[in-house]
């Protein structure tokens, strides 16, 4: 091997050290399957032992991965499938479970949260200190997430989905339809019959 090669090699060992998530650090986690990664720097990562991730799952820097199972009644627990791909600043915030299925697509900047905090004016204590409450999220194979989308408490979407660009979810979307919108709204459903997108009216 000549000194180059071998310098070369040395710089590439650093590069992956400093962009990818040691073994030791995956080990902390309830599960982490072989081929995934999260990339370096990430920036919240809080109870990975209630986290699952799937085989050849990838997960690209800044994600905020944050549980809450100090705050709730029931821990919640995030589960994430094999084959998936999670864009840039994702944040994904369990107050409940939150199950992502496989082969799931995740643009940037995405939103995932299954808690919110108590929102009575009458309360004397202000908004951030009440306390939270927690509602799953379930996110169906193969669906696709778009461009900061932002998914909230106790919603359902189904298999094969695709949620528009900067679409708020929060009430439930079936198998094989397309919502958009701010709050989303499902736009579109495959027919199989006709083997195409069909407008709902």
Known sequence: MSKITQILKNIYRVYVSKTRMSKRTKRRFMAFGSGSEIELPYQALTHPELVKIGHHTTILRNVRIQLYPDLMEITPHISIGSHCYLGFNVTIL??????????????????????????????????????????????????????RVCILPGVQIGKKCVIGAGSVVTKSVPDYCIAVGNPARVIKKYDFAKHEWVKVQ
């Open 94 to 147: 369990a107050g409940a479970d939150i199950t992502i299925e496989d082969h799931v697509l995740f643009a940037s900047n995405v939103l995932v949260s299954s808690e919110n905090h108590g929102i009575d004016p009458e309360n004397e204590i202000f908004y951030m200190d009440q306390p939270l409450r927690g509602a799953p999220i379930f996110i169906g194979e193969g669906s696709w997430i778009g461009e």
